[in-house]
């Protein structure tokens, strides 16, 4: 077994500030997400990074920088909060990137930006 | 775009009822359907996949059934217990892209 840990687990933040989130996995995974849910919505892809050294953009990118600084972290920089947004950031990994891969998720990082 | 609707936004069920939650998608390139279970406060964790070439996965009380004609599939909970009361989404893979789409979920609620 393993786990997935993000940290912070809450972030509070100022408008146009520069916020960075981290996720840390043991499974040994290669790839690696990190996906925004909304409330009462379901979730959708921002980067992913199918190996150590890659990075991918996904769906939701714009406003989000992404690093991948080993095989077992994975962090997600908002470049500029955004007033009133409120949402949750979930890191997940899978052992490859590929159809059967099931991901993994960690309990996730609630943001709030005053 | 939707690319995946699942219906209704919320379902309450008596404890040892069955629950039907449902999921349609659009996009043909979909061809492999997992389904998250969500508590509050974790993230969400597969409970059961199906492939588009299989029309029934059954999983112990969970049981997928998938129309590839129609587009549908449905996730069938029996003997519904409190502690299943969670959010459930369904996810579409895209075999050209590489990636899932998620619905919006279904919030279950199972009352004893």
């Known amino acids: 077994g393993g786990i997935i840990t993000q940290t912070p687990k809450f972030l509070i933040g100022q408008e146009g500030q520069k916020l960075t989130l981290k996720c840390q996995q043991n499974?040994?995974?290669?790839?690696m997400y990190w996906y925004r849910q909304d409330s009462g919505k379901g979730l959708r892809l921002i980067y992913y990074s199918i190996t150590e050294n890659d990075l991918q953009k996904g769906d939701l990118s714009e406003g989000y920088d992404a690093s991948r600084e080993k095989k077992s972290s994975f962090s997600l920089t908002v470049t500029s909060a955004q007033k009133n947004e409120m949402a949750v950031f979930l890191c997940?990994?899978?052992?490859?990137?590929?159809?059967?891969?099931?991901?993994?998720f960690g309990p996730g990082t609630r943001l709030t930006v005053l | 775009q939707q690319q995946v609707r699942q219906s209704p936004q919320s379902l309450t069920v008596w404890e040892g009822e069955t629950a039907i939650l449902n999921c349609s998608y659009e996009n043909s390139a979909f061809d492999y359907f997992p389904w998250y279970q969500q508590f509050p406060g974790e993230g969400p964790a597969l409970l059961i996949a199906?492939?588009?070439?299989?029309d029934k996965k059954e999983d112990g009380r969970f049981t997928i059934f998938f129309n590839k004609r129609e587009k549908k599939l449905s996730l069938h909970i029996t003997d519904s217990q409190p502690g299943d009361s969670a959010t459930y989404f369904c996810?579409?893979?895209?075999?050209?892209?590489?990636?899932?789409?998620f619905g919006d979920g279904t919030v279950l609620t199972v009352k004893p």
């Open positions: 199906i492939r588009s070439v299989s």
């Open positions: 996810a579409g893979y895209n075999t050209n892209t590489g990636k899932l789409t």
């Open positions: 997940a990994s899978s052992i490859s990137w590929g159809v059967y891969a099931e991901q993994f």
């Open positions: 499974f040994n995974h290669d790839t």
